[in-house]
Every structure is written in C-alpha cells, then in structure tokens.
C-alpha cells in the first residue's frame, strides 16, 4: 500500500505494461507520471531501504517539497486540464495521449474546447517529453480514451464518440464520428478485444457531468445518458448497434459483462 499526496485532482490513472509507472490525468496539473514500483524505495538495492509503511507518507529525499514518487509533470497549453489518460507502447514507441478541455468561471466546459493531445516520452528520461499533437475535436470536452492499433476512440461530450487515426501520431486526425442520441455528453468507451474477421466493437456511456467535482449528475434520471454499443468497419462505418437507458460515467468490460460506474 502507498499513499502519494499531490495538490491536484486525479480525473483519470492508467498503469504502464510493466506496472512500474502510472500516468494519470490531473486537471490543472497536466499529465502526471508516478513510481509506484514499492520495491524503488523499499528493497535490497538501496543502501538504507524505507520500511513498508513510509509508502504512506511522504517520500522527499531531495527536500524539494514534492513527493520523489512524482518523477514527471505535463502541462498542457493554455490553461486545459487534463481528463483522460492512455498509454500507447506499440512499434517501440513511448507516447500518452491525454484528453482534456478548457472550462468558463463558472466550470463548464466551453464550447468547441475538447482536445486530445498526444506526447512522446523519452524512457531513458521520463522529464525529456515533446508534445507531438494538439488535435480539436468536435465537442465541449474530452474524456475518456481508449488507443490501441493505430486509432483512439474517444470520448468528445456533446460530440459522441470520435475514432482518431494515430499511424502518423504527429498528424492523428478525427477519421469518424458517431453523435449519440439527444445530443448526450459521451463521457466514456472502451475498444473490446478484437476478433479475426469480424468488425471493431466498442462500448461507451454517456450522462450529464460536473467537471469541476468529477461527478455525475442525475444518475438516475435514465433521459440523461445511456449505455451504448458501438459498431466500426471499413463498408458500413461506425454506427450504435444497441443501448440501455443507464446514464454512467466509467464503462469496463469482463467477458460477456459490461460494468458501469455511476
């Protein structure tokens, strides 16, 4: 068990393959990337490891005032905030995309401001990172993602769903876009394991949402969002295949089950 303490908002967290570092969405603080490898600090390669409850604490070995756990910080351009977070480790390629929007004085998201921003890491140096993409998207915030195989799905709001081709990830452009009905904030999807032969199959939830408190808002008002299943190939494009009137704000899959998360 750890506890590492920060001064923002944690919108979203995803482990890297080797379940060393996480990469997490927050907020005004950008993209952050954690150690969260308890063995860094608590195993046989240090001269004087921690016990196993100083993970709860604090970790400050440079007394620079933040905790050491924290090995990199990305803020991202003109004030957005961070709400998605996905790795992307395919073609021997270090990159993060990053969702977000930018949000009024009174913390609703403005207009047209939802943007995916892709950044590249250097592994050997975590600090040395380059922002290879600011993509617009059609909505008022972005949220949830899910990149793997050269597209991200993502979330866009009142936008639906936006299939992003990211082959040339400096270039990644919007190549689809599904609307959900009523104009419904999509705030969540997820790609499912692909199977030969057959189309891509993505799940998504949509609700209405308080950014600013990372809450749902009239969960159980079902006009509000749903649950969707979304459809993709090359002949008939991406399309909604079926739904349930469940608004939700996180979707995860098991199997033959969907979860949802109010």
């Not at 600090?41 to 070995?61: F, S």
């Amino acid at each position: 068990q750890a506890n590492i303490r920060g001064k923002y908002r944690i919108y979203d967290a995803e482990l890297d393959p080797t379940g060393h570092y996480l990469m997490a969405a927050a907020g005004g603080g950008g993209l952050l990337i954690y150690n969260v490898d308890a063995s860094t600090y608590t195993g046989g390669g240090r001269a004087q490891p921690l016990n196993p409850d100083a993970l709860l604490g604090l970790i400050d070995e440079d007394h620079d005032g933040t905790d050491d756990r924290i090995l990199a910080q990305v803020k991202l351009p003109d004030d957005y905030l961070a709400l998605g977070v996905g790795g992307y480790f395919e073609r021997a390629q270090d990159r993060v995309f990053v969702t977000g929007a930018k949000l009024d004085c009174k913390g609703k998201p403005l207009a047209g401001s939802a943007r995916l921003f892709v950044v590249s890491f250097d592994s050997a140096n975590l600090k040395a990172t380059t922002l290879l993409r600011n993509l617009p998207l059609p909505g008022n915030f972005a949220r949830g993602l899910d990149a793997k195989n050269n597209i991200a799905w993502v979330a866009m709001g009142e936008g639906g769903i936006g299939l992003v081709d990211t082959y040339l990830q400096h270039k990644a452009y919007l190549a689809a876009q599904v609307r959900l009905p009523g104009a419904q904030n999509a705030l969540d999807v997820l790609r499912l394991p692909g199977v030969a032969g057959a189309s891509t199959r993505a799940l998504a939830v949509a609700g209405q949402f308080d950014i600013a408190n990372n809450r749902l808002l009239n969960a159980k008002d079902a006009t509000t969002g749903g649950f969707y299943v979304i459809d993709a190939d090359a002949s008939a494009g991406a399309r909604i295949v079926g739904s349930l009137a469940v608004p939700a704000s996180r979707v995860a899959a098991s199997g033959h089950y969907a979860y949802l998360a109010a």
